[in-house]
């Protein structure tokens, strides 16, 4: 067999429909397209429209509401902290602040401040000051001997 001889099989490659190519085509002047109108014209789809039957954004029950005033905190792991002090990024010996985690590189923004999580292990002695922090990861750094200082608490939502 030769390179010339290749062929696709029978019904594999299936020619294009060629539109507006005069009356004896079958799809001559307006192409398929029916008589004028916004669905005649090119560039047009009606997003969202489902021929009159109610559009599934509207079926959908509306749910929630998003808070004016929330804040956002850039999230940090413990873990990360401890390894950043372990490749030597963080100086451990000062206090581990918000401007040392960004200059760290840890941190891309402070947004609302940072808040530090649990997640992985201490394993030295860590003094960090930051905007936020759980109470899970308060004491996994007292437990290694460190101290977590939080410098702004986040308002507590009263228990009813």
């Keep these: 067999m030769k390179l010339h001889e290749l062929s696709d099989n029978d019904g594999a490659a299936k020619k294009r429909k060629r539109v507006g ?32 039957q109610m559009p599934l954004y509207q079926r959908l029950p509306k749910r929630g509401f998003n808070k004016p005033n929330r804040k956002a905190y850039a999230v940090v792991n413990l873990g ?12 451990a010996s000062a206090a ?5 985690l960004i200059a760290s590189g840890l941190v891309r923004r402070k947004k609302d401040g940072i808040r530090v999580l649990a997640k992985g292990d201490v394993t030295g002695k860590l003094n960090i000051e930051v905007t936020g922090a759980s109470k899970s990861a308060i004491e996994a750094v007292a437990k290694a001997g460190g101290s977590l200082t939080v410098t702004a608490p986040v308002a507590e939502t009263s228990e009813a």
């Design 21 to 52: 190519r005069g009356p004896g085509s079958g799809t001559g002047k307006m192409g398929g397209r029916g008589i004028k109108g916004q669905k005649s014209r090119s560039g047009v789809a009606i997003k969202g429209y489902e021929g009159g």
């Design 80 to 91: 990360l902290i401890q390894k950043f002090v372990d490749a030597g990024k963080i100086d």
């Design 96 to 100: 581990i602040t918000e401007d040392a």
